[in-house]
């Protein structure tokens, strides 16, 4: 899955679970679910060699930065606007709990001596990790992502 729908899932699950020491983990727990859901990504159905050259670091580089605008644009809202700080430190861990087994596996990209942390999860999101072709690929995507905007706009702590 993109990295954007998996920090507004991250996103999501500050608005809803109040407590950060449980947000946090659950966050990342949903990104491993979320890589059930079918998609699509930029290294679907790619070898280890085209997933660091040509235009894909450059897409990921790129996805990523849109990932961090939302997580920053929630942050900033929930300080300034819904003035809530322990909610913009709940959204910035969980948006950050989103994404963090994917940045680890990233990280393996480039990193040939793997310790057990990193190997753990590369296993796990191997093996979790259901491959769909564009366009449906996209569409579940779009479909978590409203959702998730959806929780986060409904929210009562908003």
């Known amino acids: 899955m993109l990295l954007t729908p998996h920090t507004l899932v991250g996103l999501a699950v500050a608005t809803v679970v109040k407590n950060p020491l449980i947000a946090f983990p659950v966050s990342i727990g949903m990104h491993y679910l979320g890589d059930m859901v079918p998609h699509w990504d930029f290294f679907s159905g790619t ?6 050259s040509g235009w894909r ?6 996805e990523l930065s849109l990932a961090v605008s939302a997580g920053t644009a929630s942050v900033l809202y929930a300080l300034w606007i819904v003035n809530d700080p322990t909610l913009a430190f709940r959204m910035l861990i969980c948006g950050i709990g989103g994404v963090l087994p994917d940045l680890l596996s990233g990280m393996t990209m480039y990193l040939k001596n793997l310790n057990g942390l990193l190997k753990i999860n590369n296993r796990v999101q191997a093996k979790l990790q ?5 366009p449906w690929g996209i569409l579940t995507q779009i479909l978590v992502s409203a959702f998730s905007a959806l929780m986060i706009l409904g929210s009562t702590a908003l």
Not at 47 to 52: D, H, S
Request: no cysteine; charged share 25%; proline share 12%.
């Open 47 to 52: 070898t280890e060699e085209e997933r660091v």
């Open 130 to 134: 259901f491959q769909s072709p564009l």
């Open 57 to 62: 670091p450059l897409a990921v580089a790129g």
